[in-house]
């Protein structure tokens, strides 16, 4: 398996049957067989087609979109099966249960907010910061 590296800039990459093809103009600068691909790494601004992405997409073959530096923008991914098997998991637990952690889910949240109020205090002093903090600590909040 290997990776399909487009670095250079203003590329259009394609697919001709299970052939990919990157162009820059009317130039063909390099061909790679889709079904030997592992992964497709994007540096900078090029463009793939639409038929190109969902072939990947159904061959679970990842696309990153990096800067021209590297920097990861994001990854295309194909909705895994073991997602949609957990949904399912979680759609059958008891209303008990959901309800439960959600409610976790929720003072999880509260809590992050609070430390980040903290943090902010710490940088400046504020009568209305020291308010959301104490009554964030009110409703139990607190602690770490």
Wanted: hydrophobic share 40%; net charge positive; proline share 2%.
């Amino acid at each position: 398996m290997e990776s399909l590296y487009i670095s250079q800039q203003g590329c259009y990459v394609s697919l001709k049957q299970d052939c990919v093809l990157v162009r820059q103009g009317k130039t063909v600068l390099q061909e790679a067989q889709l079904p030997m691909l592992e992964q497709i790494l994007v540096f900078g601004q090029s463009q793939l087609t639409t038929q190109l992405i969902r072939s990947c997409l159904f061959r679970s073959i990842p696309i990153a979109y990096l800067s021209r530096m590297g920097r990861c923008y994001g990854r295309v991914l194909p909705v895994a099966s073991g997602y949609r098997s957990l949904a399912r998991q979680q759609f059958a637990l008891s209303e008990g249960i959901r309800l439960a952690i959600a409610g976790q889910i929720v003072k999880a949240k509260l809590k992050n907010s609070r430390v980040i109020l903290q943090r902010q205090q710490r940088r400046q002093e504020s009568a209305e910061l020291s308010g959301a903090i104490a009554q964030l600590g009110a409703v139990g909040i607190a602690g770490g």
